[in-house]
């Protein structure tokens, strides 16, 4: 498990990462109920950036923090949709 500090350019992309598959498929990733974030980190986290994603969201949300990704995505637009 990477435990680095993501950069600034890695939240912002996070802001508006989609999931990409399954019951919460094109729900952002900071919108995922924590349950279903639980249910990974039990199972294992998938392997490459949405793995990675998806273990810095479980964090933010276990400390509360998940709405300054909403904050992020208003104040940073997605560019290209």
Same mark, same amino acid.
């Given at each position: 498990?990477?435990?680095?500090? =993501? ?45 990675r ?23 940073f637009?997605?560019?290209? =949709?």
């Amino acid at each position: 498990m990477d435990h680095s500090t =993501p950069s600034r350019k890695e939240l912002i992309e996070l802001a508006h990462y989609r999931m990409p598959f399954g019951k919460y498929k094109g729900r952002l990733l900071y919108e995922l109920p924590l349950p279903y974030l639980v249910w990974f980190r039990g199972k294992g986290f998938p392997p490459g950036k949405l793995g990675r994603n998806l273990q810095i969201v479980f964090g933010m949300k276990e400390n509360g923090l998940e709405g300054m990704l909403a904050r992020i995505r208003k104040e940073f637009p997605r560019q290209n =949709p």
